[in-house]
Structures are given as C-alpha cells and as structure tokens.
C-alpha cells in the first residue's frame, strides 16, 4: 500500500512538473506571484524584521492583457488592517523582461481580506484604479523558476516618513519571495525600509 502511495505521488509530480515547464515564462512567473506569503521564519531568526504577511491573489482572469492581482500586506498580528493594498498588473515587454504595473485602489478599506474570495475584486475594473507612475517593477528571467527585478532609478515618487522617492528590489522563486522597498530623501538618504536586507517570504 505504501509503496502505490508513493508511486502515485511521484507520477503526479512528475505530471505537475511538466505541466510547469511547458507554461511561457509569463504563465511561469504569474504563477509563481501567486499565493500566501509570510516573513515569520526570518522575524523569528532576526529581531529587526517584523512578521508581515503577503497576499497575491488572481483577478480578473478573463482579461486578455496580461495577469492582475490584487495586493495585501499586513504585520502577522494585525491581518484585518494591513498597511498596504495594491493591484498588480503583469504583462512581457521585452525579450526575457517583464513588467509589473503597480495602482492602487479608490477604497481599500471596502475590500480588506478580498484575497479570500474565489473572485477577489469582482466589483471593480481597471479605469477605476490610479496607478503609481514610475513604480513599476521590472523583471528578468536569470535561472530556471528565478526572476529578479527592481523599480527604475528614482522614478517612483514618495511622501513617506520624508522620503522623495522609493525603490523596490524583488526576486521570485518557487519558495517565495525577497522583497527590498526603502525610501530617500532628496540627499538620497535613506529614510524607511530595512537595512541590512531583503524580506524573506516563504510560501505558506
């Protein structure tokens, strides 16, 4: 009995695997974004990083233009008021390089915990969104299942704690996510954000 059990188990890996392979790289890279995220492994082991959540939820998945998400951040303790809500648009741009479009969203408040839903967002489309212009970040394949990316230079605009401008490094791999956002000043000091490195989020 055992022995079936694990001959199947591998026969649907085995089936699961090449499914994964034979995706484009978007599909690929839409599919890794994808998920319940959490940095508590990494706040357990180091003290000045916080146990934050990350919630990347499907939306809008009959839309030919590329892949939507809608965006939930939250300290681990205080899930039903996370402190940043975002829409992410996916689309390729270049050879190997791939954009994703950051918006937000008109009352965040009225849609806390839509990543729960089968159909997060069903209310709302896209000209109703404001998008942050300049923040987008932009990815490239480097390995097999690992895309690595940042915002561009100084383009994305911020007010936060003082900051002139923010940035954000990000790499996704199947077991998750890094994810490096700070803040500057107009001395390009930094003002908000880790120090010493990136958020590790392992997939839940």
């Known amino acids: 009995m055992l022995r079936k059990l694990l001959f199947l188990i591998v026969i649907l890996f085995g089936v699961s695997s090449a499914t ?3 995706k484009s790289d978007l599909e690929k890279l839409a599919s890794l974004m994808q998920g319940s995220f ?3 492994q990494q706040s357990e082991a180091d003290k000045d ?3 934050i959540t990350l ?5 809008w998945k009959d839309r030919q233009d590329g892949y939507w998400f809608y965006v939930e951040q939250a300290v681990g303790t205080q899930q039903e008021k996370p402190y940043r809500q975002r829409v992410y648009h996916l689309t390729k741009v270049g050879e190997d390089l791939y954009e994703s479009r950051v918006y937000t969203l008109p009352n965040p408040e009225k849609v806390i915990g839509e990543w729960k839903k089968s159909e997060p967002l069903a209310t709302l489309s896209p000209d109703q969104l404001q998008l942050r212009d ?3 970040v932009f990815l490239k394949k480097k390995a097999d299942q690992t895309f690595e990316g940042a915002t561009d230079g100084k383009k994305c605009p911020s007010d936060l704690r003082g900051a002139a401008y923010a940035t954000s490094e990000v790499i996704i791999t199947a ?3 890094k994810t ?9 000091s930094q003002v908000w954000g880790a120090t010493k490195g990136p958020y590790i989020f392992k997939r839940d």
């Not at 919630?55 to 939306?59: E, K, R």
């Open 20 to 22: 994964f392979a034979q």
């Open 134 to 136: 300049g923040c987008s």
């Open 180 to 188: 490096w956002d700070r803040g500057y000043n107009q001395d390009d």
């Open 55 to 59: 919630h990347i939820a499907p939306i």
């Open 38 to 40: 959490s940095s508590r």
């Open 175 to 177: 077991e998750g996510l």
């Open 49 to 51: 990083y916080f146990h």
